[in-house]
């Protein structure tokens, strides 16, 4: 095999493999010693663990494709309520210091299109700053109506401490709630007018307990890294929460654009505010006591992406938290269920899912020293050892976000191929750090509060955004990020340096990775950035320009 590769190679290809490979002039001279094997055994345990969560992500779009006839069943509902019979719908929006986005979110929510005389509107807000009197005006314009607007049924509750988060803050909601079913809206969400309708039918099957609608993005061209953010986001909405939907195993409720059976909540247990993530611990609560969930692929709900690195890490560093968090609360119980055991092993790789986090950290440390002790391989091993390693681990995520812009764009997804080698440096390498550090405390019991995602109604190009408002630092963590990034930078030199070039192409991911989430990190607060979010309530066909 090496023979044939020598001979197919261009000439300069042909000294490097003769060099590194065929050269037979050392051989049986190296052998291996005590430190050897102290730093490969755990380089290749990580290297296999990960492969594993990589496989996972295959099986995913496997289970997407394989059960694709199911997804009909989700479109339109086997059964719906006459119009005399449509259920009393309690929207709940949670809000914590948005003074920017809440006007824009009540008035999405008061245009809903459902009978007003089943319909009611709760502005939960913890607010601590100036959103608690612009929050309070806006609902009491509303209310009386204004400019032509009929009076809406919408009211301002407020609470003086943060007890149990958003957790708390449904829960409390909920004692004078009428709603039999509850619709649930972040501050940075828009809800088509004709959201409700599309939603509330599906529950005419008594089993449904809730319904989730996917996520779209406001402000998608807004920047690179809103770009990228899209694609993170739309790969969990097409390929996971489609492949584990069409599949019949448990998935998730988002926290928001979704809707509940009031009675699913009770029964399950009721809002908890022991983790970060407290809509997928009452998500696994509820489908373990019976309740069926729906995915509804093609009712979208646009949302506001963060625009700022900092507020992009605090958003996936509390989903890592909380989802480990809710993992060991709640994987114990779903192991010992009746629930088939491919639904169980579901679970296990979506609640454990960032573990691999840490274990980047270990494969960081101990991948140059894997290089220089494996220098003495030869093609063979590499191709039987590294190279289905590779096609496992870091091949499967420009697979799994490729496939979802195909589903979502089959006219232009093609755009998407620019931004997947970023998508993979960001969302595997460049968030390493600050989710590691969330990851750790999930493990070992550090509580922490739930740090909300800023939001600033981003509109047009050239226009300021009130970013230092909200704007939080990250200490010392950009700086190790580029220490880090300095570290694989030195890696790229040695593997050029000693003619390793099949190591090349994934030592850059992580070198850009790194410095792009550390030096804007640390930039994006002396500068404003600004886009394009567009003006419209749905996305383009498909972003173009980088």
């Known amino acids: 095999m090496a023979i044939l590769a020598l001979l197919l190679a261009p000439k300069g290809f042909r000294h490097y493999l003769r060099s590194h490979y065929l050269d037979q002039t050392f051989k049986g001279l190296y052998h291996w010693n005590a430190f050897d094997t102290a730093m490969l055994i755990p380089y290749f345990i990580v290297m296999i663990i990960l492969a594993f969560y990589g496989i996972h992500r295959y099986q995913l779009v496997w289970l997407y494709f394989k059960n694709k006839k199911n997804a009909a069943k989700w479109d339109e509902p086997p059964a719906r309520f006459g119009e005399g019979q449509l259920p009393f719908v309690t929207v709940q929006l949670p809000i914590f210091n948005e003074q920017f986005v809440i006007d824009r979110l009540i008035d999405a929510v008061c245009k809903l299109d459902y009978p007003r005389d089943r319909f009611e509107v709760q502005v939960l807000d913890d607010s601590t700053d100036e959103t608690k009197e612009v929050a309070r005006e806006i609902v009491e314009r509303y209310a009386r109506g204004f400019a032509g607007m009929e009076p809406q049924p919408i009211v301002y509750l407020h609470r003086s401490n943060r007890h149990g988060y958003k957790a708390g803050a449904l829960d409390k909601g909920l004692d004078v709630a009428r709603g039999e079913f509850v619709a649930i809206f972040d501050a940075d969400f828009v809800p088509p007018r004709q959201w409700v309708m599309q939603v509330i039918h599906h529950f005419a099957e008594p089993e449904i ?17 809103t770009q990228v953010e899209a694609i993170l986001l739309d790969g969990h909405f097409v390929l996971e929460h489609g492949g584990r939907s069409r599949a019949g195993v448990f998935f998730n409720f988002n926290g928001t654009a979704g809707m509940w059976r009031r009675e699913t909540i009770s029964t399950a247990g ?43 890490k605090t ?23 009746n629930a088939p055991w491919h639904t169980k092993l579901e679970a296990w790789y979506h609640l454990t899912a960032n573990i691999s986090y840490p274990l980047m950290i270990v494969l960081s440390v101990l991948l140059m020293p894997a290089m220089i002790i494996r220098s003495w391989q030869g093609l063979l091993q590499m191709l039987l050892i590294d190279f289905p390693l590779f096609i496992a681990s870091t091949m499967s995520v420009s697979t799994f976000y490729m496939v979802s812009q195909k589903e979502l764009y089959p006219k232009s997804w093609y755009m998407s191929i620019l931004y997947i080698p970023f998508v993979m440096a960001l969302g595997g390498v460049g968030l390493t750090i600050t989710n590691t550090k969330a990851v750790l405390e999930a493990l070992f019991g550090v509580k922490s509060a739930f740090a909300r ?94």
């Open 315 to 337: 958003q996936q560093a509390r989903w890592a938290k909380g989802l480990i968090q809710t993992g060991k609360k709640i994987l114990p119980r779903i192991l010992k269920s």
């Open 453 to 546: 995602t800023p939001k600033y109604k981003v509109r047009k190009k050239g226009e300021k955004t009130q970013a230092k408002v909200y704007r939080k630092r990250l200490g010392i963590v950009p700086w190790i990020e580029l220490g880090i990034g300095c570290y694989f930078a030195w890696t790229v030199y040695y593997a050029v340096s000693t003619e390793n070039f099949f190591t090349v192409p994934f030592l850059v991911l992580f070198v850009f990775g790194y410095w792009y989430t550390g030096l804007l990190s640390l930039l994006q607060g002396r500068f404003e950035r600004s886009g394009d979010p567009g003006e419209q309530m749905h996305e383009k066909p498909y972003p173009v320009g980088i």
């Open 209 to 225: 307990g809730m319904v989730q609608t996917r996520w779209t993005h406001l402000n998608r061209n807004y920047s690179f890294l």
């Open 270 to 312: 009721g809002w908890q505010h022991d983790t970060l993530t407290e809509d997928t611990d009452l998500s696994y609560r509820a489908q373990l006591v019976g309740w069926q969930f729906k995915y509804l692929q093609d009712v979208e709900c646009p949302a506001e992406l963060p625009i700022e690195m900092t507020a992009f």
